[in-house]
């Protein structure tokens, strides 16, 4: 059997990349559950960060970096990312992603949270679909091996150093190990824990217990960013209204069309996503209403057109004219802060494990993410997980912040809970985990979900191998909810409404 130098699990940005970095320096193989460009990536439609503007520096997008993530950016991680960005664009530049230009310059335009426009955009708001087809097409070119429809299921190690990972060949059902010397998880975020997501159905958080089965630490668990535009038009798949709809000037109405964001905070439609998120579920609270709206209708229609071509023609090919009418949106659960742990050069706690991208917790994003930051993020800390695997003396830099560790608690042997299916799952985790929380509903989604856990039959297939990996990394985000008392970046607990100081501290877990 060959041994690989770099096996690397999950084809979105963080997988391509880091294999096109890995092709220079050994043998790569990627392994991937569906076809290469199944993932969250191709869905990205805002742009990526980077502070390269006249107006810009890496300073003050280390502050927006840091004033977004609440207290729990690690700020060395948080200075690599800014300092770092400009070189990583300077990559996809060469790679050939085609970034929009204005006046022969890279365009640049605002999103919340960012205090100067920053956001790189490509095709107007189809950025991740243009880097995804970009980096898959370099990564055909150059004759990387890639394993299309083949399931990571676990992860070997031995004495403490990764050695294989094993995969379901989902064309034929036969199992395959492949052995390596670094093995770099790039499997993405788990938004189908909850019942309305901006992801597509491959996000389902595999690396999360492939991670943890394995002995390595989790961190973060608690927080899952919350967008606060999903469109929501009855019947109508998952699709996402882009931050930069705000960024432009769209203006959100409660049902009786009133412009409500101003009653909340003085920062209005351009307040950081939790914020924008809660205050929209309080509006349809007050309102009665499953959804508000998104008014794009007082800009010009050119300016709709040409910035947001994907949107308007998705609304379109769905009955609705944007510029003319008003799009129905809501909260659904859009990313993963949280993750495997990482130092800032991609490394875990086992020998060997790596992780890249939405999976990873390297820190910058604490308890929320500042938008666009997470494409940047893979960039940056994949580039540096390839120059680690050559450079084995790089200095490791430890977190600034501290934490606590926990393990998953035995809760209880017979909790009546109902029967388990991806259904009831994503209905508990939206009820009871999703974006106000409070004690007993946590309470009652972990012991409903430690019960499911233990019941579930052993999985055989790709839906069975998901739900798994759900159910485990949900009662991980339901745990880590339910031992965080205070309310912090997009954690918001109704029974404790404020910030404490006593924790400013992140919370690991490691199996037992
Ligand atoms: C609608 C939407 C809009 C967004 N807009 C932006 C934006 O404007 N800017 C920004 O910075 N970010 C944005 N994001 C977030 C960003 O797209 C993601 O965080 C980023 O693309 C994640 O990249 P990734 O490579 O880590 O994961 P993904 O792109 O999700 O790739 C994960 C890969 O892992 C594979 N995989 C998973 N499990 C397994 C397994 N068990 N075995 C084998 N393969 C597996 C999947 O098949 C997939 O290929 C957006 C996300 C969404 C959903």
């Not at 979105?12 to 559950?33: D, N, R």
């Not at 998104?294 to 994907?310: E, G």
């Not at 938008?371 to 084995?392: D, G, H, P, W, Y």
């Not at 790709?462 to 997009?490: D, F, M």
């Amino acid at each position: 059997m060959m041994k690989y130098d770099y096996v690397i699990v999950g084809s979105g940005i963080a997988g391509l990349y880091t294999a096109l970095l890995a092709h220079e320096v050994g043998s790569v193989l990627i392994i991937t559950k569906g076809s290469i460009d199944d993932c969250n990536t191709r869905h990205a439609q805002g742009g990526i960060a980077a502070p390269i503007g006249v107006n810009d520096s890496p300073e003050l997008h280390f502050n927006d970096t840091i004033k977004a993530g609440d207290g729990l950016s690690d700020p060395e991680a948080a200075k690599i990312l800014a300092n770092e960005a400009p070189d990583r664009i300077y990559d996809l530049v060469r790679f050939g992603v085609p970034f929009d230009t204005m006046n022969g310059a890279i365009a640049l335009t605002m999103e919340a949270a960012h205090s100067v426009p920053r956001i790189l955009h490509a095709g107007g708001d189809a950025t991740g679909a243009h880097i995804e087809s970009t980096l898959s097409r370099c990564v055909r070119e150059g004759r990387i091996q890639v394993l299309e429809y083949c399931l990571a299921t676990d992860i070997v190690v031995r004495d403490g150093i990764v050695q294989a990972v094993k995969a379901l060949d989902l064309r034929n059902g036969s199992l395959l190990d492949f052995e390596c010397k670094n093995l770099i998880l790039a499997t993405g975020g788990a938004g189908n824990l909850f019942k309305y997501t901006t992801n597509p159905d491959v996000a389902t958080g595999d690396g999360i217990p492939l991670a943890y089965k394995a002995g390595a630490e989790l961190t973060d668990m608690e927080f899952y960013q919350f967008h606060p535009t999903g469109l929501r038009l009855p019947g109508v798949a998952p699709f996402l209204i882009s931050e930069a709809v705000r960024g432009e000037g769209g203006i959100l109405r409660n049902v009786e069309g009133y412009a409500f964001m101003k009653d909340y905070t003085p920062e209005g439609e351009l307040a950081p996503r939790d914020v924008v998120a809660r205050s929209i579920l309080f509006e349809m609270r007050k309102t009665s209403s499953d959804r508000v709206f998104l008014d794009v209708t007082h800009l010009p229609a050119k300016l709709v057109t040409n910035r947001f071509p994907n949107i308007f023609k998705y609304c379109l090919d769905h009955g609705l004219d944007i510029t003319k009418g008003l799009i129905p949106v809501a909260p659904a659960a859009h990313y993963m802060m949280g993750g495997v742990k990482t130092n800032t050069w991609g490394e875990t706690n086992v020998a060997g494990l790596f992780a890249a991208g939405e999976v990873a917790c390297t820190g910058v994003h604490g308890a929320n993410r500042l938008a666009s930051n997470s494409m940047l993020e893979v960039l940056i800390f994949s580039k540096r997980i390839i120059e680690k695997t050559q450079q084995k003396g790089v200095k490791n830099l430890p977190h600034q912040i501290p934490e606590i560790h926990s393990t998953l608690v035995q809760r209880t042997n017979s909790f009546n809970a109902p029967p388990v299916s991806l259904r009831a799952l994503q209905d508990l985790m939206w009820q009871k985990v999703g974006i106000i929380r409070d004690g007993r509903g946590l309470l009652q989604a972990a012991q409903t979900l430690e019960t499911w856990q233990k019941g579930l039959p052993d999985p055989t297939d790709r839906p069975s191998y998901e739900l798994n990996n759900l159910v485990l990394t949900g009662r991980l985000v339901a745990e880590a909810a339910l031992i965080r008392e205070e309310s912090r970046g997009a954690h918001y607990r109704s029974d404790f409404p404020q910030h404490s100081q006593d924790w400013e501290k992140h919370i690991t877990f490691v199996r037992s």
